[in-house]
Each structure stands twice: as C-alpha cells, then as structure tokens.
C-alpha cells in the first residue's frame, strides 16, 4: 500500500516533487569516486594502522557546507517549479499533503471515470450498416450543408443587387426630391406671377366696366335735353319751365314769360338746324333771347341747292308750296330784297283798338310753325344712309313736344298757322 501511494505521488503531475537524478547531498565527484575511496582509505588506514570511521575535522566542515549549500540549491528549485517558497513549517507540510491528497483523489475518480466509459464504449461499438447508415446521413447533411451554403450564397449575391437596386432607387428619390422641390419653387413663382396678372386683370376689368359704364351713361347723356328740357304744366306746353302761352283772365301769364319762352324754342330750332345742316327755305332764325325773331327773306328769292344724294336739283318754291327739302344746300340763298322781320315777342302793352299791332307777333308765330314743319320732313325724308356717323349717334331732340330723330315722323300734322292732331 505505501509502494502504491508513492507511486502515486510520483506519477501525479499536481505534485510539486522535482526526480534528481544525482545525489544533491553528496558532490558529483565524490559520488562517482565514493566506491574507491573507502577501499584507498581503508588501504591507507591499514598501511597505517588506523581507523576508516574516524574522519578528519575538515572533512567534516567541507561535507556540513556543502550539505547546506546543497539543501539551499533543492529548495530554490522547489521554489521555483511551485507556488510554495521551501523550506516550509510541518504544520504547512501537512496541510499541503492534505490538499494534495484530495487532489490526487479526484484525479482518481475521473481517471476511473474515464475508463469505465472507454469499456462502455468498447462493448457497444456501432455495427457495420449503423456506420453505414451514418456514413450516408452524413453525406446527405453535406449535400444538404452544400446546397444550403449554395442557396445562401445565392441569397447573399440577389442581396447585394437588392442593396445595390435600393441605393440606385434611393439615389433617384432624392433626384425626385430635387426636382419635387423645384417643381413646387416654379409652381409657387407661377402662381405668385398669375396672381400678380389676375389682380392687374381684375383692375383693368374693373376700369374698363367703370368706362364701359361712364361712356354708356354719356351715351345715353342728351345735351339738348339737359339745355332744352320740354315738358308741360297744365294746358300749357313749357321749355325750361317757362310757360308758352296765356289764357286770360283765368291763366294770365306774363308777357315777359312768354318771350323768354319763345326766344329759347328759337334757340333750339337754330341749333338743330345747325347741327343737321340745314337752311331753313324763306325764313332765317334769328335767337336773341327774350326779342327773338325770324327774318322773312322775299318771295322772289331763288335758291338752287341740291336735293336728293343723287345730285339732282330744284329750284325751290315759296314756303306754301311744301317743296322737297336736300339734306345739305351747297349755298345760301341770294336775296334782292330787304327781309322782313317777324316778332317772336310782345310787351304786352297795346294801345286800345290797336289790335292790329298783333300782326308782327302772329306772323313770326306763323313763320315758327313753318320753320318746324320744314326741319320735320327733312328729318323725315333723310335716309339713314345719307347721315354721317355723328347724326347717327347724336341724342334724339325733342321737337315740338315730340322725339326727334332718324326716321321720326312729328306726331301732330302743321298747316301754315294749324297744328292738327
């Protein structure tokens, strides 16, 4: 049992013993020369006669140092191939015996381990079809392995295109992103642009319905009935809010009334006349306010005008005859005589019996009648063609009560000094 312990000890390898293979006591020469020198001493002991077992005193202080250097030397190594500095108490020489006991005990028990597992596997080897059958599952995991590794490389290389399909596209969406954001920069100018152009369009629309509109209203804007506003009051006809007549002693009206009346329906008599061209035939208006008066030119005056656009002419008989009148006389005619002047006015104050003084003031109102009547058959006659464009678009004038204008007939017929209905 010790020979099995020191076996042990000697082949575990967790034991910190060092195997010398020469005496560490004794020094190698004397070692190699010891079984010589006994035989020389005891030779020379007996030559002289005395006893090999008592050494000499320096022989023994040359064997104690060098025991004690050697003895130094083995604990230094021991020092060295362990962690345990040498030399070491007895108590600490037990405890590492203990623990290296221990140790060597389950070094023990896991070589029996190992051993009984080595005679199990030994007494169920795997027969010849089991390795087979192995043998084949293992190639079937390698064609297996092999055709996996293939797909993943498969896999690995449809990755990298779709990694490279993504950074083309994420390249493109940022192209996109650009251009996005130029397009909405253009389109926000764009609009900005158009806003400026439909504001500028509204107010030039807004202007031009404002001049549509003012140019509309003086269209419709009548001079002549801004100046010569006809109207009536009662059973008189009035212009200008003047009163045109008097019906004694229930309607008395002033005198001076009446012959601003009548000199405001010459001025407009006048001015039509001068704005349609025409010559009045046998009478020339003369409108000076409140002493107005036509001049009554001879009967033996002869005009020679032009009548009609076809540039035929005729001689013009006196008033009374109602001759066709042209729309524009090419000169006035010639007199020989002296006119004779018609009243378009009275004071009012007649001697009595001096009904006769009337006269002058009946023919002018006479000759009034005439000169409205001929200025309504030449409106009347003229052809709308024949009229320039400005008598085309001048306002209607109030003639006699009624709208003059192209193609207007006077609603009340005259005859000489009658007015018919």
Known sequence: MAATTKAGLKDNPAMSFVMLTDSQVVPPQAAANGPKKPHSKSITSKEK???????SPDTDTLNLSHQISSTTHLFEILSAQSDIDHPICTECTDLLLTNLQSRLSAAQKERDTYISFLRSLNTTAPSPQTLQKAEKSLKESRAAESKAFAELL???????????EIASLEAESLALDKEEQAFWRDRNTFSLTLAEFQNERDALQAAYEHDATQLERLQRTNVYN??????????????NGLRLGRLPPQQSVEWAEINAALGITALLLATVAEKLDFVFQGYRVRPMGSTSHIEKLAESTIATTTTTPAASTTTIAPPQASPTYPSSP???PQTTAKPTPLDLFSSGDLPLGARFLHRRLDAGMV????????????????SSASLTHQQRTAAPVSVGGASGSV????????????VHD
């Not at 006669?49 to 050494?55: C, M, N, V, Y």
């Open 49 to 55: 006669g005395t006893s090999p077992s008592s050494p």
């Open 154 to 164: 498969a896999l690995e290389k449809q990755k990298r295109e779709l990694d490279d």
């Open 226 to 239: 801004d100046c010569f506003c006809i109207s009536h009051d009662g059973q008189f006809g009035t212009i």
């Open 330 to 332: 090419s000169s006035p």
């Open 367 to 382: 000759a009034l009648l005439d000169c409205i009547r001929q200025l309504g058959d030449f409106v009347e006659n003229t």
């Open 407 to 418: 193609g207007v007939r006077l609603p009340y017929r005259i005859s000489r000094d009658k």
